[in-house]
């Protein structure tokens, strides 16, 4: 009996296969570009730049107008700095990567007394914290410079120093004691959150360069003393992690914004109540419009704009990170991998206290929340990883053989160096010991080995042989012009 094969379903179970199989060939295929993680980059800084502009209207709006002022008052200031950040975008995409190196220095130096002068009285206090500094109507943080600041002057003391790195008071010092003379101002403000972040930065800084595992225990264990000291000793850190723990505990003061939050998650549903439309804007959650913007997203856009904002830092944490290992100049990695993590931590701080996975600290969704120098600092850091991008090895060959390509001759961007190792040094030989004055050096013969290859002696006897004898002769030759001089 024979058996006749099923050919429309054969087909159709093939056709599948066959699409995805091309299309995940099609995808290889694009991103071994050369410049695919640039375009990438570019991709994503566009699109968390538009979400966060469109969710800051939507979510400041409603309070402006119980306010009495204008509905776009919030908007417009973030707008301007959305500006300005985008102009410094372009900047960081064409400065030299060298020259910001060698200018870290400064800007750390500068970071660490602009922290010291807002503690006086030329900084403001808003939010219970001494961190800010007003001149005329531009307002900004120096912490959001500092850490920028602390990952490019680490990585480039890390990478000056590799070849000591074996030993911790090379590896620690002086980045460790900077970095906790950066923490111990910034708790002055005092800012948690600030010193959050500040913390990722550093140990980001010290994983990435290759740091031993004990360090980082010995690193987890003062953290968790830290936080427990510092909880503790403020009433107001202590009120946080108590909300944290039991939030139902005051739930119209203290665990009010964890409440609100998880209620506008869920109103939200699937596909959210739309544009404007939530209810958490109009004073119901304080801060929507800064800390707690993704319980926003949630309700106006439901579970698929909260997956959207996570798939984009989870494609820029993979982008960033591919950037740094495709890199061969080891700063560039250093800083590219530090940027990334920075600012995908932040981001995950700050959707974990929004979901109550985390106490709440005041961190801000990068690029989306509403705040100057964060969106600017950002959109700064955005600029670098980019530029790091288009230093790759096979991105330099493709734009410095086929030229900048459309999207660089859109931003009029040169041409970025290729890397080149330092070079190697070579061993310096020893000089030779100065000789007594009036003493002759006896010069041993030059020794044929061949002639020596039939001697029943080896090498090495038969060169002591020759220096005694040698030594022995020059000595009697001395005696004997001695006698015939003196006499």
Request: proline share 7%.
């Amino acid at each position: 009996m024979t058996v006749v094969a099923d050919k429309p379903r054969s087909k159709r179970k093939v056709r599948p296969a066959g699409r995805v199989a091309s299309l995940r060939s099609g995808l290889t295929s694009w991103m071994s570009r050369p410049l695919a993680d640039f375009h990438l980059l570019l991709a994503i800084f566009g699109m968390l730049t538009v979400l966060g502009l469109v969710m800051v209207l939507s979510a400041s709006a409603p309070g402006q107008v119980a306010s009495g002022v204008s509905a776009y008052s919030v908007f417009q200031k973030q707008l301007i700095y959305v500006c300005i950040g985008a102009v410094l975008f372009w900047v960081m995409l064409r400065f030299p990567l060298r020259r910001l190196r060698h200018f870290s220095t400064a800007a750390m130096a500068i970071g660490v007394v602009l922290l010291a002068l807002v503690l006086t009285p030329l900084g403001d206090v808003r939010g219970g914290a001494r961190s800010w500094f007003t001149v005329g109507p531009i307002s900004f943080q120096p912490i959001e410079a500092v850490k920028l600041a602390l990952a490019l002057w680490g990585a480039h003391v890390l990478v000056t120093k590799r070849a000591l790195l074996s030993q911790y008071r090379h590896l620690l010092v002086p980045v460790v004691p900077v970095a906790m003379l950066v923490f111990a101002l910034v708790m002055l403000q005092p800012d948690l959150g600030g010193t959050i972040t500040l913390g990722v930065v550093l140990i980001s800084l010290l994983w990435f360069v290759g740091a031993p595992m004990r360090l980082f225990g010995v690193i987890a264990g003062g953290a968790v003393a830290g936080a427990v000291v510092l909880a503790i000793g403020a009433a107001y850190r202590l009120q946080r992690v108590s909300t944290f723990l039991n939030p139902d505990a005051d739930p119209l003061g203290a665990g009010l914004q964890a409440r609100q939050a998880m209620f506008a998650l869920a109103e939200g549903g699937l596909f959210g109540k739309g544009l404007a439309r939530g209810s958490s804007q109009w004073r119901y959650l304080p801060n929507v419009e800064s800390d707690f913007i993704f319980a926003v997203i949630g309700e106006e856009l439901g579970f698929v704009g909260c997956a959207l904002v996570l798939v984009l830092f989870g494609m820029l944490a993979w982008v960033g990170l591919r950037v740094a290992a495709r890199n061969t100049d080891p700063w560039i990695r250093i800083v590219s991998a530090t940027l990334t993590v920075w600012l995908v931590a932040q981001a995950a701080i700050n959707i974990g206290y929004v979901v109550r996975l985390l106490p709440v600290t005041g961190i801000t969704l990068p690029m989306i929340s509403s705040g100057g120098t964060s969106v600017v600092t950002t959109m700064i850091v955005f600029g670098i990883l980019a530029n790091c991008a288009r230093h790759e090895p096979d991105a330099v060959a493709a734009l410095r053989s086929l030229g900048p390509g459309r999207v660089g001759g859109l931003l009029k961007l040169p041409a970025p160096e290729a890397y080149r190792p330092p070079a190697k040094r070579k061993p310096v030989r020893p000089s030779t010991p100065p000789r007594a004055p009036g003493r002759r050096t006896a010069q041993l013969p030059v020794v044929d080995e061949r002639r020596m290859a039939g001697r029943s002696a080896p090498p090495s006897e038969y060169r002591r042989r020759e220096s005694r004898r040698t030594q022995g002769r020059s000595e009697q030759g001395r005696s004997t012009r001695g006698r015939g001089r003196y006499n």
